[in-house]
């Protein structure tokens, strides 16, 4: 595959691995929750030094992790501080910005639009979009499904290099597919698995056109207030501000340094597990850039409400459901059992969700629709120094508790080539988004 740079980046590629807390002292947990009987579940002792250790490994700042289990008991517990250098804990209601969580919204709106007749997966994105290379020959789908390609803008050098230069630049949709369709397809539709956020800014501007309203007036009305989410949003462009309580975010590297791959060299690793290398703070860099494919900001227990829905139902009706569900494919059509991705969802190991990686922060959300085990991890750093993403370095520590050794899958469809245990397909897998250290999604 091309670099897939990605708005979330990245749930299934990389090694379990993770660094230390930047500078700041070993991170320690605070429980928030326990199990439905009012016992800690027997679960929790192993996860927390697990995770205190891979955060100090992998110069993780903080996390927030919730875990409901049916049969286990339910979780919750942050770690580590919301400020490098500060001892400032983290909140179970923190909001993080969810990168390329935003993706699986982008399609579920779509999806809708399909139930309504307003469109058809099948239609050419010709027919709503003109000038689009190839537009008369790639589908709605193979836009979802990340096989139109499409070259991703989050490539472009001259667009990484206005990330870093002026990060609270606004971007328009116009702006993104500009940079994207003045670069070569990358192959022909339908060849192969190549994840690219110009696919799903494409998709929001199908769904403004057809909708009359905002993407961000969509979602609300048609995701976020059926499910009661009121701390989950699309930000309108101009709006770079985070709802309070939020931590810090932080990314190493810059968008230009990252357009290859997230991992630093091998000394800067050293220096940034050590803390004596920061990252830089991306908190305030303005996300218009990722608008539809990873814009959206939201809390851990907003995102364990949506997932499950993603996956069990309750935003689509029967028949689409199904339709979405089994458009899951392995992201390497060699190896049946590598991370799965389809029409804005993904699969990772025994879950189905998808995660998101952006500066500053990196999420994961998934649910294994046997059990109703739900995972969702929020972190408050893009890529830990070897190049995985933060959450996804913890979410590999934390899957052989539940399901044994051998659950990790292989490969990432989210990750950019170069990221310690995914090269490319992508970086979603259950996934977001790739992109530079600044254009993660």
């Not at 670069?183 to 696919?199: A, I, L, M, Q, W």
């Not at 340094?257 to 690793?269: F, G, V």
């Not at 139902?313 to 459901?321: F, R």
């Amino acid at each position: 595959m091309e670099r897939t740079k990605t708005i979330a980046a990245s749930l299934v590629a990389a090694a379990v691995m993770t660094v230390a807390a930047c500078g700041t002292s070993q991170p320690t947990s605070t429980q928030s929750a326990t199990a439905t009987t009012g016992t800690e579940p027997a679960y929790a002792a192993t996860l927390e030094p697990l995770i205190d250790r891979l955060m100090k490994d992998n110069a993780i700042p903080g996390a927030v992790v919730l875990i409901t289990s049916p049969d286990q008991g339910d979780w919750s517990a942050t770690f580590g501080t919301t400020t490098i250098d500060e001892n400032k804990p983290m909140s179970m209601d923190d909001h993080f910005r969810i990168g390329s969580n935003t993706k699986t919204m982008t399609s579920t709106v779509i999806l809708q639009l399909v139930q309504e007749g307003r469109l058809s997966l099948d239609d050419p994105v010709s027919k709503y979009r003109p000038g689009v290379p190839n537009g008369d020959k790639i589908t709605i789908a193979q836009l979802s499904d990340m096989h139109s390609g499409l070259y991703s803008y989050t490539f472009d050098l001259q667009f990484n290099a206005t990330l870093d230069r002026d990060p609270d630049k606004v971007w328009t949709p116009d702006e993104l597919l500009a940079i994207a369709f003045s670069h070569p397809v990358n192959f022909p539709p339908g060849e192969k698995f190549d994840y690219s956020n110009t696919n799903i800014i494409l998709l929001g501007v199908i769904i403004e056109q057809l909708t009359g309203r905002s993407a961000a007036e969509a979602f609300a009305q048609r995701i976020f207030e059926p499910l009661g989410l009121e701390h989950t949003s699309l930000p309108a462009p101009a709006d770079s501000s985070i709802p309070e309580p939020h931590p810090q975010g932080y990314s190493f590297g810059t968008n230009v340094s990252t357009i290859d791959t997230y991992a630093l060299p091998a000394d800067e690793q050293a220096a940034a597990v050590a803390g004596t290398l920061k990252p830089n703070n991306e908190t305030n860099a303005n996300p218009s850039w990722a608008w539809t494919a990873g814009g959206a900001i939201s809390t851990v227990a907003d995102m364990a409400t949506y997932v499950k829905a993603l996956v069990g139902g309750g935003l689509l009706d029967e028949q689409t459901q199904k339709i979405r569900l089994d458009s899951i494919q392995p992201t390497d059509p060699a190896n049946p059992t590598a991370a799965g991705y389809g029409l804005g969802i993904a699969r990772f190991g025994p879950l189905i969700g998808h995660d998101g990686q952006i500066p500053g922060f990196m999420t994961f959300m998934g649910v294994d629709p046997n059990t109703d085990l739900r995972i969702v991890i929020g972190t408050n750093l893009a890529t830990v120094p070897s190049g995985e993403g933060s959450a996804l370095t913890l979410l590999k520590g934390i899957l052989p508790v539940f399901y044994g050794a051998g659950s990790v899958p292989a490969g990432n469809p989210a990750a950019v080539p170069g990221a310690t245990g995914g090269a490319s397909p992508t970086t979603t897998p259950v996934g977001g988004a790739t992109a530079t250290t600044g254009t993660g999604g």
